[in-house]
């Protein structure tokens, strides 16, 4: 004698071998022997055996028609066996019940289980609801089948490729284009990103690596609407000062000049003039919400994305030839030893006599020129006390800082003589030395300005932002705290207010201490422990990390092109650890495989086998180790 019941949600059929009042001892096929509860039990059999019964039911379940069975059904809740007899019109055998048994339990939208061996057909209503549902899901999984297959086959589906950004930065993984996409990169063992590319959702890996940017930080696009300026404040004194800005000839935001008088004890009057957007740009403002969004300017290759609209940058830019509202830092100071007598921070008008350009002076401007009174220098009576003086501030700060600042590194200028958008661009790599006369004679008035305008708010109790370091560690803060690196007593970024929100920010509070002294901390834009500044350093420090993320990003794309435009195949690289190595011939980092085991700095040759400008590395091989001459 055998047994049909039900165990673990399956149907099962095995010989009886003991039966008491609520349970019966079954052994299957295999041999394993089963206590199975009576209520478990659907109805006991002679013939055919146990496993032959499975198998058939199930083979006659698969012919029965769900849609004439649930037409004959009772209306009610009714017995499985009971109904198989109105079903097949006979007393139906064994294999008969448990077909009907199966085909009853396997269909949930036509029968819903009431009970051991007990069904009831489901209402017209919900049942045709239940048959629309299952249709579409049916084609959601043609279509999404679809999609694979074309995926797989080179072809890109319009569905997906409309959607492509979308489904790199911020994908529905419950939707169908993403499974179908996840469901084609596991077939072609592809990332998205590659087989999205490899299938032209993009022209070329330049607009992918910009695209994705953008969705991912601009979703609404880099463009600014309808600006409208305040009123600028009236009255502001003019400078009477001879000032120039030197930037680099891409630069259209020019924050900063300087300019110099020569007293008559000796003694320099260094101006350090900054644009002063915070007089339009107010807290809270529209103006400011806008550059708040945004946190710094976004920097790449032959192209950017400001962080203030095109009518704050070119009402503040300090153009030359024309009055802008500039906070202006007068330092007064022996130029020999660097000893600063008198400071004196004003909000006035400036106007810059001539923008100069680093691509037009660095080759003229050397520390020879410099040093010499009689060399030919351009610029001579503004560049020698500024260079003079910088120098001594340098030596207070390396005496701090207890070493000398190491700025032999190269550096490179990106130029694009085209359509940045555009891979076959040619692209310019300019080397530059940090350690050039005009970047270490900016720089040091840069920092001199971020460092007496940090001590200013702390002295008037107005509170800032500081970018400090102890300990080897940098981190942004409300604090006046040392910057060991640097090598001075408080750091406060004060100097690039159009192009980074901390410093339009700290200005801001410049302003009011300029104008108010040990007052403005009641009439500052922020006061002390504002939850705001706690919420502007969090911000920044990671959009920031972001934002460098991104020109890295291009910079090493840019690299690749230009070595291929180039016709590189072989490249000298320097040794940094292991085998991480800098290429001598362009700012590109990479892993060498093979590389053997070389002090830091030592010098090897390269071949270069390729490059993938989707993961922005490059194949390189180890040819041999250059000796030091």
């Not at 409208?228 to 000049?257: C, F, K, N, Q, R």
């Not at 000893?339 to 037009?360: F, S």
């Not at 990479?590 to 194949?619: F, K, N, S």
Request: aromatic share 8%.
């Amino acid at each position: 004698m055998y047994l049909f019941y039900e165990e673990d949600g399956g149907f099962k059929a095995g010989r009886i071998l003991s039966e008491a009042d609520a349970s019966l001892q079954v052994e299957s096929e295999s041999g394993k022997r089963s206590k199975i509860k009576t209520a478990s039990a659907l109805f006991k059999f002679d013939a055919p055996d146990a496993p032959a019964l499975i198998a058939q039911a199930q083979q006659q379940a698969e012919g029965i028609d769900l849609p004439f069975l649930w037409e004959c059904a009772p209306q009610d809740e009714f017995d499985a066996t009971e109904f198989a007899a109105d079903y097949y019109g006979h007393a139906p055998g064994a294999v008969e019940k448990a077909a009907l048994i199966l085909a009853l339990h396997g269909a949930p939208v036509y029968f819903h289980r009431r009970g051991k061996g007990r069904y009831r057909p489901a209402p017209p209503d919900i049942l045709a609801a239940a048959l629309a549902a299952l249709e579409k899901k049916r084609l959601a999984a043609e279509q999404q089948a679809s999609w694979v297959d074309d995926m797989a086959a080179g072809r890109l589906p319009e569905a997906i490729g409309a959607i492509a950004e979308t489904l790199l930065v911020r994908p529905d993984k419950n939707g169908m284009p993403w499974k179908a996409l996840e469901a084609a990169c596991t077939r072609l063992q592809k990332t998205p990103e590659r087989l999205l590319l490899d299938l032209g959702a993009w022209p070329h890996a330049l607009a992918l690596h910009k695209r994705r940017f953008l969705a991912t930080y601009f979703p609404r696009g880099i463009d600014f609407g309808d600006i409208t300026l305040p009123a600028l404040p009236d009255g502001l004194p003019e400078a009477e000062v001879t000032a120039y800005s030197v930037d680099d000839v891409t630069t259209t935001e020019i924050d900063d000049a300087l300019s110099v008088s020569v007293l008559p004890d000796g003694r320099v009057r260094v101006g350090v003039h900054i644009a002063a957007p915070a007089l339009a740009v107010t807290r809270d403002s529209d103006l400011d919400k806008l550059a708040r969004a945004r946190l710094s300017t976004v920097y790449m290759p032959g192209d950017k994305i400001p962080m203030q609209p095109d009518a704050v940058n070119d009402a503040f830019s300090l153009e030359a030839g024309r009055p802008v509202p500039a906070l202006s830092l007068y330092v007064t100071a022996d130029p020999a030893t660097g000893e600063i007598a008198a400071t004196e921070t004003r909000l006035e008008r400036l106007t810059v006599k001539e923008n100069l350009r680093h691509n037009m002076l660095d080759g003229q401007v050397t520390e020879a020129a410099l040093q010499d009174p009689d060399a030919p220098l351009p610029y001579a009576d503004w560049l020698r006390p500024l260079w003079q003086l910088a120098q001594a501030l340098s030596a207070q700060r390396d005496i701090v800082r207890g070493k000398t600042e190491n700025n032999t590194r190269v550096e490179y200028s990106f130029y694009l003589d085209g359509n940045p958008d555009d891979p076959d661009t040619p692209v310019r790599l300019v080397p530059r030395q940090r350690n050039a006369p005009l970047d270490r004679l900016v720089a040091e008035y840069m920092i001199l300005a971020n460092r007496v305008w940090g001590g200013l708010l702390d002295e008037c109790g107005v509170p800032g932002i500081y970018r400090s370091q102890q300990a080897g560690r940098v981190r942004m803060s409300t604090q006046s705290l040392p910057h060991e690196a640097i090598g001075v007593p408080q750091y406060a970024w004060s100097t690039s207010p159009l192009r980074r929100y901390v410093d339009l920010v700290n200005q801001r509070q410049l302003i009011a201490a300029a104008e108010h002294g040990v007052s403005a901390r009641l009439v500052a834009p922020y006061k002390p422990r504002d939850a705001d500044l706690f919420a502007i350093i969090g911000a920044f420090d990671a959009q920031y990390a972001a934002w460098g993320e991104f020109q890295s990003n291009l910079e090493r794309y840019w690299c690749l092109r230009w070595l291929a435009q180039q016709g590189i195949t072989r490249t000298r690289a320097q040794v940094l650890r292991e085998d991480l190595v800098r290429l001598s011939c362009a700012p590109f980092v990479t892993r060498v495989g093979g590389l053997p085991e070389l002090e830091r700095g030592q010098e090897v040759e390269l071949d270069i086998l390729g490059a993938d400008e989707l993961a922005l590395t490059l194949d390189c091989r180890y040819v041999s180790t250059v000796e030091s001459a």
